[in-house]
């Protein structure tokens, strides 16, 4: 049931950034999103067209997607809760847009401002225009596994967001567990609840790893067979909306175990290790990846042994 092959969606510039205090000039964000095509990164998110004023950090939107030097093969996706993100999100040359709804209603309130139903009611016309528009759209349903304002989550309430995502078109369905509070058979039981409605190759998990369980979790997604999963560079991110939540899971730490598991990422482990070390160096502080962290260890040690 494990997949030889792991497709990694890089969310660094995008839900690693969007949560950084201070803001980081445009030019850097093209930096890294270059460093990331050189790793061999196929699928990166790149920005939100949101509103600048409840995430300014992702202001420069357009003029990020611009500045890009595009290598062939490389998709670039871009969160837009409505039509205006969504017009906005297509002139930029976006080739996959994200809607996200969340699992309870407090989060849902708090993230996008509205109640669950009228997020997916906002959503219908933002699939329908991006799918005129030959786009893919990916659902991404936070806090399925803990909510920082209800607590608990029932796969009840997962399921009933896959359904609502599932009834307006949506391609794809992502499911995060942004509090990182998941273990791995509650992300095993979500997980199912998805399979249920939307083929394996349509599903995939965003593990946040503030409790130290995001390899665990997404070593028991592998097991029912899912093959996508979003990672951070460096382990950057956390939820501006959801307090105490750290990082995703670092894109370093889940390449790490899956090319020691045998499948294959397309993804260069040295090279990436310089994109964290780059963007780390930007945001004056040590990657929070276990494995960027072995790794430049290393790299100081044989420089002073030389
Ligand atoms: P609202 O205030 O209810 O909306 O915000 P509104 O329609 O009344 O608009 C208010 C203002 O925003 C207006 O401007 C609009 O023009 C503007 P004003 O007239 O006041 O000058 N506006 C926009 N500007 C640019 N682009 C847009 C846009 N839409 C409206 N697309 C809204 C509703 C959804 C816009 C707002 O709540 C918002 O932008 N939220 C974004 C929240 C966000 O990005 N959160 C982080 C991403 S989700 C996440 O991190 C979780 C996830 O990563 C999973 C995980 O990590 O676990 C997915
Ligand atoms: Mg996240």
């Not at 963007?279 to 494995?291: C, D, N």
Request: charged share 20%; hydrophobic share 45%; with cysteine.
């Amino acid at each position: 049931m494990i997949p030889e092959r792991v497709t990694l969606v890089e969310v660094g510039p995008r839900d690693g950034l969007q949560n950084e205090a201070q803001l980081i000039p445009t030019a850097q964000k093209i930096e890294l999103v270059n460093r990331l095509q050189a790793a061999g990164c196929r699928e990166i998110e790149v920005t939100s067209f949101v509103s600048p004023k409840w995430v300014p950090q992702m202001a420069d939107n357009a003029e990020l997607m611009a500045g890009i030097a595009r290598r062939p093969g490389v998709r670039f996706s871009a969160l837009t809760p409505n039509l205006k993100g969504l017009e906005a999100a297509l002139a930029a040359g976006a080739d996959e847009v994200v809607v996200f709804a969340a699992a309870t209603e407090a989060f849902s309130r708090r993230n996008i401002n509205c109640s669950i139903e009228e997020s997916i009611a906002r959503f219908a016309p933002v699939v329908q225009a991006a799918h005129a528009a030959g786009v893919k759209v990916r659902g991404a349903i936070s806090c399925t596994l803990g909510c920082p304002y209800q607590g608990a989550v029932s796969p009840d309430e997962v399921e009933r967001v896959v359904v609502l995502m599932k009834g307006i078109g949506v391609d794809h369905c992502g499911i995060a567990d942004t509090l990182g509070t998941g273990t791995p058979r509650a992300a095993q039981a979500v997980m199912e609840r998805a399979l249920k409605h939307y083929p394996l190759a349509e599903v995939s998990g965003h593990f946040h790893d503030t409790y130290g369980q995001a390899l665990a979790n997404i070593l028991a997604c592998l097991q029912l067979g899912i093959a996508s999963f979003d990672a951070s560079v460096a382990g950057l991110g956390g939820c501006p909306y959801a307090k105490g939540a750290t990082g995703n899971v670092a894109t370093e730490d889940v390449v790490f175990m899956l090319h020691g598991m045998g499948i294959e990422t397309g993804i260069a482990l040295d090279a990436l290790v310089d994109a964290a070390a780059y963007i780390s160096g930007v945001l004056g502080r040590a990657p929070v990846a276990r494995v960027s962290r072995a790794l430049l260890a290393r790299r100081a040690a044989a420089q002073e042994v030389r």
